[in-house]
């Protein structure tokens, strides 16, 4: 499985420059913290990493392959898959529909498309619903398959949203503050299919602002300060980090 390598990447939205210069990578088989306080630039790192945003500067490479330029539906096909910190589901579809339009990512050109075929297409797919089950019994989800993903409590629906990117069978993965509002049991149990889907040699981008979740998960942390990489290394090297410690005390560098 490839690296997900970004060099020297950019972004400028007007007159503030949201993300400055970062060097990061994303190895396969396991999980790369991404930390830092609020604003920091974080999402828009991921969303200049998907293509719904394009660089200012610098580069994005899968493996060999370059996906600087790519938009959204290429980058997923070339197996880079998000989940969104504000959380996108098909609230009146059920949890496996909205898990089974990740299988399309493969199929269909756009997620708008693969959003519009859904009723039509994806019912006369048993074989998908099959696969799509059989993920939800890996997410401790199967007794919800039927019911209306809008009407799940959060920490079930920010599970949607993970099954259906791994549903897209990602080499990388990127998790935009996927425990947000779950509660540590449920924090600990996802913690713990994340390190399956490692283990299966999928590389794992976590961004997390809870600082003992980070460090039990991570071999590797980077931390993003008002858009520039301050840090980066074991979660002890970072923690450590005079510049981190001022970062998350609002103090000067
Ligand atoms: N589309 C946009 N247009 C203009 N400014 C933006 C846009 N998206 C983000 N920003 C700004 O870029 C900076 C970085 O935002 P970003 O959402 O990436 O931070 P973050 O690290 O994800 O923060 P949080 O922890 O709160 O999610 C912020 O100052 C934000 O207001
Ligand atoms: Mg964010």
């Given at each position: 499985m ?7 990447v ?16 994303v ?85 708008f ?27 401790g989800?199967?007794r ?102 001022a ?7």
């Amino acid at each position: 499985m490839p690296s997900l390598v970004l060099s020297n990447v950019s972004k400028r939205f007007g007159g503030l420059l949201a993300v400055s210069d970062v060097n990061m990578e994303v190895p396969p088989g396991q999980i790369t913290g991404l930390i830092g306080p609020n604003g920091a630039g974080k999402t828009t790192v991921v969303n200049m990493i998907t293509g719904l945003l394009k660089l200012t500067t610098g580069s994005v490479k899968l493996g060999e392959q370059d996906i600087t330029e790519a938009q959204a539906h290429e980058v997923a096909f070339a197996g880079v898959s998000r989940t969104f910190q504000n959380i996108r589901l098909l609230p009146e579809a059920t949890v496996l529909e909205n898990v089974v339009i990740g299988f399309h990512v493969h199929v269909k050109s756009s997620l708008f498309a693969q959003l519009v075929g859904l009723p039509s297409s994806l019912r006369e797919s048993p074989r998908l619903f099959e696969r799509g089950r059989q993920l939800l019994e890996r997410f401790g989800m199967s007794r919800y398959a039927d019911h209306p993903a809008g009407g799940l409590a959060y920490g079930h629906q920010r599970r949607v949203e993970m099954m259906r990117a791994v549903a897209t069978d990602p080499q990388i993965l990127l998790l935009d503050e996927p425990v947000a509002g779950m509660n540590d049991v449920e924090a600990t149990e996802l913690g713990q299919v994340f390190k399956e889907l490692t283990a299966s040699g999928i590389g794992l981008l976590l961004i997390e602002h809870n600082i003992r979740f980070v460090n039990q998960l991570c071999q590797q942390v980077y931390v993003l300060d008002s858009g520039a990489m301050i840090a980066s290394g074991s979660p002890q090297e970072v923690m450590h980090d005079p510049a981190v410690v001022a970062a998350y005390l609002g103090g000067k560098k």
